[in-house]
C-alpha cells in the first residue's frame, strides 16, 4: 500500500512570492495534517483535515492556509513568503481518532531567498 | 497547556552499548504516546507507540512503557547498531478530541560509532 506522498520534495521561492505544496493522504485515510520543522522551532502542527474541514488548527499566522479534497488529497498554501518559512514542511494521515498512529511522507523542503 | 520534554543531545555510543532517551510529558486528559525515528534527508517513521498507561509499545528492540505516575515514556534499547544512528522524537496526540495532532519534544540526535 503506498504510504504518504508529498510534492514537490524540493524547492526555492523568492521572499514576496506564494508557494502550493501538495499532500496525498494513504488510501482509506480521511484526516490529513501538516507539520512544519525548522532546526530552531522543531516540529510544529500546522492545522489537520478530516472530510475537506479544518478541525484543528496550530498558532501559525493566516498567511498559512490549506484545504481538502473531496478524495482526501490535501493542499497547503503560504503567501507572502518570509525568509522564515524556510523549513521542511511535513504532510501526514490518519484514520480518524486520537490513538491511531499517523503516518508521514518524506516532506517537502522549501527554501525562501 | 499539553508539551513534552526530552534529553537534549546528542547521544554517542559505540555499538552494541545500551541507549535511554528520557521523555517527560504534561497533558490534560490521557494522551497517547509515541517515538518517531527520522533517518537523515528523510520523513519521520513511527518507531512505536502506546495508548494507555502501563501499555509497552516495542519495535525493532527498542522498547517504552507509559508511565502516568511519572509522566513519561523513556525509550530504551539493550544494544545498539550504527544504523540506529538517526534523530528521536517523542510525542503525544492531544487527548479528549476527535483530532489527530501530534506535539513532539524537540529531538535527541543519536550516533553510533563502530
Known amino acids: 500500500k503506498a504510504g504518504v506522498t508529498q510534492t514537490p520534495r524540493y524547492l526555492i521561492k523568492t521572499r514576496g512570492q506564494q508557494v502550493t505544496l501538495s499532500c496525498s493522504p494513504i488510501s482509506g485515510h480521511r484526516s490529513v495534517s501538516w507539520y512544519q520543522q525548522t532546526p530552531g522551532q522543531g516540529l510544529q502542527f500546522l492545522f489537520e483535515y478530516f472530510s475537506e474541514t479544518q478541525r484543528n488548527k496550530g498558532n501559525f499566522p493566516g498567511r498559512f492556509s490549506g484545504r481538502q479534497f473531496s478524495n482526501s488529497r490535501s493542499e497547503m498554501n503560504v503567501s507572502t513568503l518570509e525568509l522564515g518559512d524556510s523549513a521542511l514542511y511535513l504532510c501526514?494521515?490518519?484514520?480518524?481518532?486520537?490513538?491511531?498512529?499517523?503516518?508521514f511522507g518524506e516532506g517537502s523542503w522549501l527554501t525562501v531567498v | 497547556g499539553n508539551s513534552v520534554t526530552q534529553m537534549e543531545g546528542p547521544v554517542t555510543l559505540s555499538e552494541e552499548a545500551f541507549l535511554t532517551i528520557n521523555c517527560t510529558y504534561t497533558a490534560t486528559g490521557y494522551p497517547s504516546l509515541f517515538w518517531y525515528v527520522q533517518y537523515p534527508g528523510e520523513g519521520l517513521q513511527l518507531l512505536l507507540k502506546?495508548?494507555?498507561?502501563?501499555d509497552k509499545g516495542s519495535n525493532k528492540g527498542f522498547e517504552a512503557t507509559y508511565r502516568k505516575e511519572t509522566t513519561s515514556f523513556h525509550l530504551e534499547k539493550g544494544s545498539v547498531q550504527v544504523s540506529d544512528s538517526a534523530v528521536y522524537f517523542c510525542?503525544?496526540?492531544?487527548?479528549?478530541?476527535?483530532?489527530?495532532?501530534?506535539?513532539f519534544g524537540k529531538g535527541t540526535t543519536l550516533s553510533v560509532s563502530s
Open positions: 510525542a503525544l496526540s492531544r487527548a479528549n478530541q476527535a483530532g489527530t495532532a501530534l506535539i
Open positions: 502506546a495508548t494507555k498507561a502501563d
Open positions: 501526514a494521515s490518519s484514520l480518524q481518532g486520537a490513538g491511531n498512529t499517523i503516518y
